[in-house]
């Protein structure tokens, strides 16, 4: 299993890459960050599609705080909304 990527920017702050050959998007914006991975692994895969998984979560007190967290607060979302991402597929597969 893999996790790579970039974060970018300010105001806001985004991230995109790879979790386990599925693309990922991140961005964090006003008092709010989400991430989306996409559903199909691959190039075809769009993590802003409407089949994309995402998870989502207010950041911050300030207006505007989320637009400028630190890289680092950043991949730690990120991880732990992958990790959610792994867990919730490892349920349903489980079902399956």
């Keep these: 299993m893999t996790l790579e990527g970039r974060i970018m920017g300010l105001c806001p702050v985004e ?12 961005k964090a914006r006003g008092q709010h960050w989400t991430l989306y991975v996409a559903a199909v692994a691959g190039e075809a895969g769009d993590p ?9 979560a207010p950041w911050g007190d300030d207006p505007h705080g ?19 991402w792994r867990a919730e597929r490892e349920t349903k597969a489980a079902v399956s």
């Design 15 to 26: 991230g995109e890459g790879s979790v386990d050959g599925h693309e990922f998007y991140f």
């Design 48 to 56: 802003l599609d409407a089949s994309a998984w995402s998870t989502s």
């Design 66 to 84: 989320a637009g400028y967290m630190s890289e680092e607060e950043a991949w730690r979302l990120i991880e732990e909304g992958v990790a959610k």
